[in-house]
């Protein structure tokens, strides 16, 4: 199974400020026959389901705001907030589907401070 | 509107079985691969099992396989995930999701199932 693993467990950013979430696959999730990273981004809001936010490792989704931005291929990705808004408040998992059973990081916490 | 409504959870035995459903509606359902994710009290979240467009191919997590078989009906745009042999490792919230090429982008709101004696 991959496991993926996220960092940090938690932050806590001002207002305005960018927030950083790194994720890591045990193996890469790069398919070589289509250059695709099998690897997504959700937000989920307490009481809330999860939101995709990034398919493809760095495609924003439609209706997502364009301060979300994701990065990274192979192995190594990051989430990437670039102002923070109290909406936004959040945690953050990582996902691969590049095999299965697919597999979900942890989760960051993202607060403001 | 897009939109995917689970139902099926709640309190069961040890043991015992459910069957949860997940009605889709506002897209060509058999069009679509779905997904059952669970996400225990507090504890992350979890993919459980895939389904194909037309339920040929289906794929399951290790600890579920055997135990909750899935399936869909195309012509009731519903997808099934039945539960049996329940453990209490099994509490969680389950959603069913939609399916695209870069993830997961249509969630239900989720059903509650609580295995406990």
């Known amino acids: 199974d991959i496991v993926m693993t996220q960092s940090p467990d938690s932050l806590a950013v001002s207002l305005g400020e960018r927030a950083t979430i790194n994720c890591r696959s045990s193996?890469?999730?790069?398919?070589?026959?289509?250059?695709?990273?099998?690897l997504a981004w959700y937000q989920q809001k307490p009481g809330q389901p999860p939101r995709l936010l990034i398919y493809?490792?760095?495609t924003r989704e439609s209706g997502v705001p364009d301060r979300f931005s994701g990065s990274g291929s192979g192995t190594d990705f990051t989430l990437t907030i670039s102002s923070l808004q109290t909406e936004d408040v959040a945690v953050y998992y990582c996902?691969?589907?590049?095999?299965?059973?697919?597999?979900f990081g942890q989760g960051t916490k993202v607060e403001i401070k | 509107e897009v939109q995917l409504v689970e139902s099926g959870g709640g309190l069961v035995q040890p043991g015992g079985s459910l069957r949860l459903s997940c009605a889709a509606s506002g897209f060509t359902f058999s069009s679509f691969w779905m997904s059952w994710v669970r996400q225990a009290p507090g504890i992350g979240l979890e993919w459980v099992a895939n389904?194909?467009?037309?339920?040929?191919?289906?794929h399951y997590l290790d600890s579920v396989k055997g135990r909750f078989p899935v399936s869909r009906d195309n012509a009731k745009n519903s997808v099934y995930l039945q539960m049996n042999s329940l453990r209490a490792e099994d509490t969680a919230v389950y959603y069913c999701?939609?399916?695209?090429?870069?993830?997961?982008?249509?969630w239900g709101q989720g059903t509650t199932v609580i295995v406990s004696s």
């Open positions: 999701a939609r399916v695209v090429g870069g993830g997961l982008d249509v």
């Open positions: 389904i194909k467009e037309d339920g040929s191919e289906k």
């Open positions: 493809w490792a760095s």
């Open positions: 996902q691969q589907f590049y095999s299965t059973p697919w597999t």
């Open positions: 193996q890469t999730v790069l398919y070589s026959s289509n250059n695709k990273n099998y």
